[in-house]
Each structure stands twice: as C-alpha cells, then as structure tokens.
C-alpha cells in the first residue's frame, strides 16, 4: 500500500484520461492521493475530485501564483479552511511556500508579496490547527525563519532538495521531506545522498505528477528540441520510485511501503481518519471529467534538472 503525498490530479494534462490515471493509481496500490490547491480558483477542484475519487485534498496559494493572486484569494482561503473545517478529507493548507528559483519572481516586489502570502498561509495553519504542505526551491533557509516565527505543526516539505542540515532543521520542527521522481537520475548525487542518509522515519513519498517525470518518462532537452512532448508523470508510477529508494537504501520494499505510509499518517494526521482504503473497482464509475486546471499554470512547472541544480 501506497500514499502519494503530493500530486496534482486537477492538472489540464489528465483532462483526457483522468479516470483511468486515477484506476491505474489504485491498482498499483497507491492507496491515496493528497491533491494540493495551487491558487483561489482551483479550491473547489481539488475538493471535489478529492471527494469524487476519495482521496484527500489540501488548500493554499502555491508561491509561483502569488503575482497574480490577492487579498480577497487569501480571504477566500480562510474562509474555506474554515467552511470545510470538519471535512475529514481536508488534510493540509497547501501548496503554499517560497520560491527562490523562478527568475520573474526574484524582484524585491515579488519576494515581498511571496513573504506575505508565506506568513499569513502560516498564519491559518495555526489558526485552523493544519500542517503545511511547503514548496520548497532555493528557499529553505527563508521558509525555516517563517516556519521558527510562525510555528505550525508540521507538515510536509515537498520536493526537498535542500542541505543536510536544513533537512534535520525541518525535521526537528516537525516535518517529513518528500521525495520523488528526481531521485530515480542517476546524477541527482545529493538528492540521492539526502535519501539514502536521512532516518527513514523523516521521508514520504510523492510524484508531484504531472510534473516530475522518473527519468524512465523523462524526455531529455535535446528530444524536446525534436519535438517531443515532456512525459507526464502519474501517481502509479510511485511504487517504480520507491523501488529506487529502496534499492539506495539497501532495504525491502515492504519496509519502504509501511515506513513511509506512517510517516505520511503523522504528518498529515488526518490520513488516519479517513484510512478505509477501497477497492480500484470501486472508483472506476466515477464522474471525473471537466475538472481543469488553469493554462497559465503550464510551463510553470518543475523541470527535473531543476532540482538538482
Ligand atoms: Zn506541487
């Protein structure tokens, strides 16, 4: 049994064949998906289709969205942490964080407006008793000033690709670091480092899908210039993954599978709550369609080299 902890099913990219993504999913035995929002416009996605596939969801205002979002977006997401404060299936606010790669986003004015939305999303988790799910790129030692201002209660830093140290700072604040797709390239050295040393106890697992490919769905820059489209990652492909970590780490996969869905069920407390995993048959007559996600969030995504940069 699986728990992808971070993947983004609302995406445009599954708009063709969002239900068999999903069943392939569950018949790879990714039990569960977190889906987190990434701006205002998408809440109501994410919770419906976490609903619709039973699955869980998480809200917030992903950092690469801050230019365009408001006040009123951040009042809207108080208020829906707060509409939907008894549903079990809401498990975080996220995506939210920083990000220190993204070059439009580096202006002083940027940062400034990345660190407002940073600390008020801090702010609700508090306020509504949620662990964070935390965009971490070029930004960890920034999120772990707010995160030691604003104390939460843990959570999850996604993607991690930081130090060794900045990983046992979150850790000792109460957060597990997600790791995915990036660590099955063979030149990912400090990513794979990070995962091989870090106790088992501080990982989960997630795929980050669409983006994030495992470079078996990697489409290299030179195949791009030819043409070819990025492949697209799924949540099935995180058993794949964790087989890689597992192999890095010398240990069974069963042990990978059991560690890191406990992991993901303290980080997000919730999990245990809704932990009445169903049969793949039972969501298969699901109405999924027409779930989108906006276009402007194309292109914006993660690149796998990225991350190890
Ligand atoms: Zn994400």
Not at 87 to 101: H, N, S
Not at 129 to 134: E, S, Y
Not at 260 to 276: E, H, I, K, Y
Request: with cysteine; proline share 5%.
């Amino acid at each position: 049994m699986w728990i992808d902890t971070h993947c983004h099913l609302d995406a445009a990219e599954f708009n063709e064949d969002r239900t068999a993504v999903h069943q392939r999913a569950r018949a790879a035995g990714v039990a569960l998906c977190v889906i987190p929002a990434v701006e205002a416009t998408n809440f109501d996605t994410v919770r419906t289709l976490a609903h619709a596939q039973q699955d869980v969801y998480a809200l917030g205002i992903h950092p690469l969205f801050t230019p365009q979002a408001t006040e009123a977006d951040l009042a809207q997401l108080d208020a829906a942490l707060e509409a939907h404060r008894h549903d079990p299936r809401l498990v975080a606010v996220g995506e939210m964080g920083l990000d220190g790669f993204v070059q439009s986003l580096q202006t002083s004015e940027a940062l400034a407006k990345q660190q407002i939305f940073y600390r008020a999303q801090l702010q609700y988790a508090q306020h509504h008793q949620l662990p964070v799910i935390l965009h971490v790129r070029r930004s960890a030692d920034l999120l772990l000033k707010g995160l030691r201002k604003t104390p939460v209660m843990g959570g999850i830093a996604h993607a991690f690709n930081g130090s060794m140290q900045q990983a046992h700072a979150f850790i000792d604040l109460g957060f597990k670091l997600g790791f995915g797709g990036a660590l099955t390239f063979e030149r990912a050295l400090q990513l794979r480092r990070l995962a091989t040393q870090l106790p088992l106890s501080a990982i989960v697992l997630e795929t980050d899908a669409p983006d994030m490919p495992p470079h078996w769905r990697y489409t290299t820059a030179e195949q791009r210039a030819a043409g070819l489209p990025q492949g697209r990652n799924e949540p099935a492909e995180l058993p794949r993954i964790a087989k890689v970590l597992a192999e890095l780490r010398g240990i069974s996969l069963q042990e990978v599978a059991a560690v890191t869905c406990a992991n993901a069920r303290q980080a997000l407390p919730r999990l245990q709550s809704v932990g009445d995993f169903h049969h793949p048959e039972r969501c298969s007559a699901l109405p999924l369609r027409g779930f989108g996600w906006h276009a402007h969030t194309r292109g914006l995504g993660r690149t796998c080299e990225s991350q190890w940069r």
